[in-house]
């Protein structure tokens, strides 16, 4: 059974700064992977999806690594800003269950 | 591209009554998704159907919660009689379906249910 975490549970940083939320999962036979950018009160907007014949990913501010052997995809964050504020979370697909299992999210908060 | 359509946004009960949700998936998108996400948690499934086919309900409290998807594109969800622990966002998500190269999910804004 997919387990996925996500480490830290919450993030409070300064504005400007760069960083790097994490998500591990346990079964490496995974499809794809998918972060997500959630807002309070608000359904998941998707933020970048990785294949698993793929090593990361790239929007913007935003880079998303994925290493299979070792269960592990990082979101990276350059130059954050205050409306980065949100809840983060990974989600990752198997090979044989077609659904997400989610982590339980990051919660960032960027200080202007 | 529109996106998923949710209704209701907000919806109170009283614990033993019934209430219903609806979505409307992506144009195309033969994959639809129900998640349950409780306040500081990550979501959780409860149902995915292909097409109009169920593919997986493994986490699908049966005794209480239904979910149909006719014709294969709106769905909607159930819970009768609702409990205290229903309490949470249903988030209804769509993608194309499993083995094509990008199945990118896409969720709606989901539906507040709080039960009292």
């Known amino acids: 059974k997919q387990e996925v975490t996500q480490i830290p549970a919450a993030l409070s940083v300064p504005e400007g700064e760069n960083l790097v939320l994490n998500c591990s999962f346990t079964d490496s036979a995974i499809y794809n992977l998918q972060w997500f950018r959630q807002d309070p009160g608000k359904g998941l907007t998707s933020l970048l999806l990785i294949q698993s014949s793929q090593r990361e990913q790239t929007s913007g501010r935003l880079n998303a690594s994925l290493d299979k052997s070792s269960g592990r995809s990082t979101l990276y964050i350059a130059a954050s800003q205050p409306g980065d504020s949100a809840t983060y979370l990974c989600?990752?697909?198997?090979?044989?269950?077609?659904?997400?299992?989610f982590g339980p999210g990051t919660r960032l908060s960027v200080l202007p | 591209e529109a996106g998923v359509a949710q209704s209701p946004r907000y919806k109170i009960i009283e614990k033993r009554q019934s209430v219903a949700f609806w979505c409307n998936p992506i144009s195309g998108h033969a994959t639809l998704y129900w998640y349950q996400q409780i306040l500081g948690q990550g979501p959780k499934l409860l149902i995915q159907f292909q097409n109009n086919g169920v593919v997986d309900d493994s986490q699908l409290p049966k005794d209480r919660f239904s979910a149909e998807r006719l014709k294969g594109v709106d769905s909607t969800l159930k819970i009768q009689p609702a409990k205290l622990e229903d309490s949470a966002v249903y988030l209804c998500?769509?993608?194309?379906?499993?083995?094509?190269?990008?199945?990118?999910?896409?969720f709606g804004q989901g539906t507040r249910l709080t039960v009292v």
């Open positions: 989600a990752v697909r198997s090979n044989y269950g077609q659904n997400f299992v």
């Open positions: 998500a769509s993608s194309l379906e499993f083995g094509r190269v990008n199945t990118e999910a896409f």
